[in-house]
Nanobody, 123 residues
Framework: QVQLVESGGGLVQAGGSLRLSCAASGRTVSVYTMGWFRQAPGKEREFVARIWWSGGNIWYADSVKGRFTISRDNAKNTVYLQMNSLKPEDTAVYYC????????????????WGQGTQVTVSS
């Protein structure tokens, strides 16, 4: 089993920045891919970004390209999501996810999930 704990969410004005963290513990040797997803009220969970633990193969959703940056610190077993130029439409619960090499942009390809952290962007 892998445990994921997100932190760093909060309330920010449009144009501001936040950095989310996701600390992984447990059987992390089984993890190959880390991803960030988000879910707004009344909407489906959507892909935001993903990265391999090696640091390569970084993908972003078109809606966040150029504004969000995913990174990882292997020594701390932590993945980050730096979010800049935030917009009200970025408001959602953000989830960290972990999976194998097959993990892609679909939430169903990830095996483990954190509890989520709320991000609210005011206009």
């Amino acid at each position: 089993q892998v445990q994921l704990v997100e932190s760093g969410g909060g309330l920010v004005q449009a144009g501001g920045s936040l950095r989310l963290s996701c600390a992984a513990s447990g059987r992390t040797v089984s993890v190959y891919t880390m991803g960030w997803f988000r879910q707004a009220p009344g909407k489906e969970r959507e892909f935001v970004a993903r990265i391999w633990w090696s640091g390569g193969n970084i993908w972003y959703a078109d809606s966040v390209k150029g504004r969000f940056t995913i990174s990882r610190d292997n020594a701390k077993n932590t993945v980050y999501l730096q979010m800049n130029s935030l917009k009200p439409e970025d408001t959602a619960v953000y989830y960290c996810a972990a999976g194998g090499s097959y993990a892609r942009m679909s939430a169903g390809t990830y095996d483990y999930w954190g509890q989520g952290t709320q991000v609210t962007v005011s206009s």
